[in-house]
């Protein structure tokens, strides 16, 4: 089992960055991939970033392709999603996710193939 904790939202302006972070317990990050995804209420939970078991593979939603970085820190258990020009659009709340993977490399962009969930930060971007 494994816990995530996620934290480092808040409200910011339009054009302004944000740094999410996301901390696991109860076990390493080893053999897991980590993504990150967002919720607007009234709207189903869309993907945003993925980063594989060894970090070497990374994929983005096209809505935050150039805009984000996710990188992850094995050694400190912390996952990052670090958010640039953010927009109106992007006010959502994010949750951290994990999934077992036995491949270095594999990651996913689908919810449901994740095992484990954070209780998610909320993110809200001003006009």
């Known amino acids: 089992q494994v816990q995530l904790v996620e934290s480092g939202g808040g409200l910011v302006q339009a054009g302004g960055s944000l740094r999410l972070s996301c901390a696991a317990s109860g076990r390493t990050l080893n053999r897991l991939g980590m993504g990150w995804f967002r919720q607007v209420p009234g709207k189903e939970r869309e993907f945003v970033a993925v980063?594989?078991?060894?970090?070497?593979?990374?994929y983005y939603a096209d809505f935050v392709q150039g805009r984000s970085t996710i990188s992850r820190d094995n050694g400190k258990n912390t996952v990052y999603l670090q958010m640039n020009s953010l927009k109106p659009e992007d006010t959502a709340v994010y949750y951290c996710?994990?999934?077992?993977?036995?491949?270095?490399?594999?990651?996913?962009?689908?919810?449901?193939?994740?095992?484990?969930w954070g209780q998610g930060t909320q993110v809200t971007v001003s006009s």
């Open positions: 980063i594989s078991w060894s970090g070497d593979n990374t």
């Open positions: 996710a994990a999934r077992e993977v036995h491949s270095r490399s594999y990651y996913s962009a689908q919810g449901r193939e994740y095992d484990y």
